[in-house]
């Protein structure tokens, strides 16, 4: 489940490097991308972001576009997520009771609306900032057609790990909670991660919010247990793709002269 949410986000990324720079490079994206997932995994989004810019650059590839893709792809990824629990919030049984959180959903209301209206909105915001600081601006747009396409491979990155965290739930427990339980369980955690990436000290914040989340059916020291499990079979996916994802890039990185 782990390898098919990791093959969404990268056709998502794929599809968005090709949209603003034109250039179609299945086997350079995905090396990038397997590779940056090591960073991911370390506090303060600088590390993931950084690493993509400096394999890109070497790839002659404007720094301003790569930044520029992970922040929208960051803003649609969290988007997704909220799409994903409020589809599911019928049949969850833990409903956050915090004022915060409702602050949290209008204001994500209000941002699906008005991406909806406006769905180039992200992309014009970068572009401005772009013209302040004297750089060129990204020669593209957002279409609804592309957030339809982004939307739905998003989505299913957050369906598929939560499916990936039941069965390794159903695995230990001789009576794991329901799927709709479980994918709650998998979003929030991460959204919260998410949230919490700025943070120096966010690393382990998925962990924890995991397992006092799964304590709603089973003892904390157990869903912190099968958090942990989990994140490790997450992180030794991640470390099977970024060899694969090495060796194809390698090879093309090989073959071809560098892309203009």
Known sequence: ???????????????????????????????????????????????????????????????????????????????????????????????????????????????????????????????????????????????????MVYGIFYLSTWFLDGLGLYFVVSAILQTPPSIPNLLGVSTISAMIALLTLIFPGGFGIKEITMGVLLSTWIPLSIGIAISLLYRLMQTLVEIFWALIGHWIGREKLDASPPAN
């Open 1 to 147: 489940m782990h390898s098919l949410a990791l093959g969404t986000l990268f056709l998502a990324w794929h599809r968005m490097i090709r949209k603003f720079t034109s250039i179609n490079n299945w086997r350079l994206d995905f090396r990038i991308y397997s590779l940056s997932l090591f960073a991911r995994r370390i506090p303060l989004p600088i590390w993931y972001a950084g690493s993509r810019l400096i394999m890109y650059r070497e790839r002659h590839i404007p720094m301003t576009i790569v930044l520029s893709a992970t922040i929208i792809e960051a803003a649609l990824i969290m988007l997704s997520g909220f799409v994903c629990y409020f589809s599911i919030l019928p049949w969850y049984t833990f409903i956050p009771q915090s004022p915060y959180w409702w602050i949290l959903a209008a204001s994500f209301v209000v941002f699906l609306i008005t991406i909806s209206i406006r769905p180039s909105i992200i992309l014009d915001t970068i572009n401005w900032t772009l013209r302040l600081l004297k750089k060129k601006p990204i020669q593209s747009t957002i279409t609804r057609s592309d957030l």
